[in-house]
């Protein structure tokens, strides 16, 4: 990781240090994120494959932190090699289209492809890395074409990157940034990858019912308008939310948010809920999702303090570790934004746990939407989650 003055100093310093530390060895793949502050983010993949080589570049725009193995910057650039006789890559962007991502499917079949022929030599194990653009997808419909192509023996990994607070959300795309694409990349290799995602939230409120929904607009719990039922509940469990209509969706997404309650949701390890984070309040009381929940599904309020974040995180980080065939050579780490306005400083001391848990270099980004799916799970999109992905020395 480095925190140089210009996206392309800082991707030539972080790319060196990760070469440095990868060895004689050529990658097969590079996973970059870099801060959206940077006017010149989009020379990051150049600059990185200068250093590298022509490998793959895989990754975008970060949220407010990105994560490198001495620590974190708020404005800096991450570089995470891959690579060895037992690593292959595929990789396919996709232009999006239409909410229901229909044309993420066969991109993610050509991936499930791939990933047979490579089992043929041997590598038997996939991972797919998805990447788009924030608020530019629906979490949940991606997931479910991604699933739908790559099958399911593929473990997935990812999360929808951006700055909201910029105009250029998005991902890589060869030398280009761009915000209406999604980007697939299957990893395959010999030795199984851990991946496991956990936020920490607690359920604080009453079961409530969607009963009115359409695509990532929830516009009604137990019959009202879905907002005056998420702040009353809030309220109840000691929320003092913002009087501004614009600031409230911020204000939840990182403090109350909804956990899908239904039964089938309490069978995730750790007994959590997936948790679902706002958009947008609208004035007529609906809410933008960052992804979809069908009518009928249950959902409560979820809350937490920095003590229960903190200790999913490092468990997350166990729990990757475990699932590794063998010594852990490092691992990806892909934190909600969320997390930093509980945690705070300690946002710091959370990436340093997880470090020390996994016992290998660390490097990642905050996102705005997490992905993972390990070979067990049965959901894949969520918020307010730290996704660890350890790979196999």
Known sequence: ????????????????????????????????????????????????????????????????????PRGIAARGVSVVLLGGDDVEVAER?????????????????????????????????????AFAP???????????????????????????????????????????????????????????????????????????????AEGQILHELDGRPAADVWLEDARRAGATPPKALNELAAYLADRYELGIADTGNRGREGGELVARAPWEVQPDGSVKLSASIGEGRHVQILHAGRKDLLRASTNAAAEAVLRVDGPVAGALVLSCTGRIATLGEEFTEEAALIRDRVGAPIGGACVYGEIAKSERDVDAFFNTTAVIVAFGA
């Open 1 to 68: 990781m480095s925190a140089e003055a210009s996206a392309e100093a800082a991707s030539r310093a972080a790319a060196a240090q990760a070469r440095e530390a990868f060895g004689g060895r050529p990658p097969k793949i590079a996973l970059v994120f870099g801060s959206g502050s940077y006017p010149d983010l989009a020379a990051a993949p150049r600059a990185v494959r200068e250093v590298v080589g022509d490998v793959p570049v895989v990754g975008g725009s970060s949220g407010a932190r990105v994560l490198g």
């Open 93 to 129: 962007v996709v232009e999006l289209g239409g909410p229901e991502l229909v044309e993420v499917v066969p991109a993610a079949r050509e991936i499930a492809r791939a990933a047979d022929d490579a089992a043929s030599r041997g590598l038997e194990h996939c991972v797919c890395l």
């Open 134 to 212: 924030v608020f530019r997808v629906d979490g949940e419909a991606l997931v479910a074409a991604i699933r739908k192509g790559a099958g399911p023996r593929a473990q997935l990994a990812g999360g929808l990157t951006g700055e909201p607070t910029t105009d250029r959300p998005g991902i890589f795309v060869g030398d280009e940034l761009r915000g209406g694409h999604a980007l697939l990349a299957g990893l395959f290799t010999r030795k199984r990858a851990g991946i496991s995602a956990r936020h920490g939230l607690r359920v604080v409120g009453p079961p409530r019912t969607v009963t009115r």
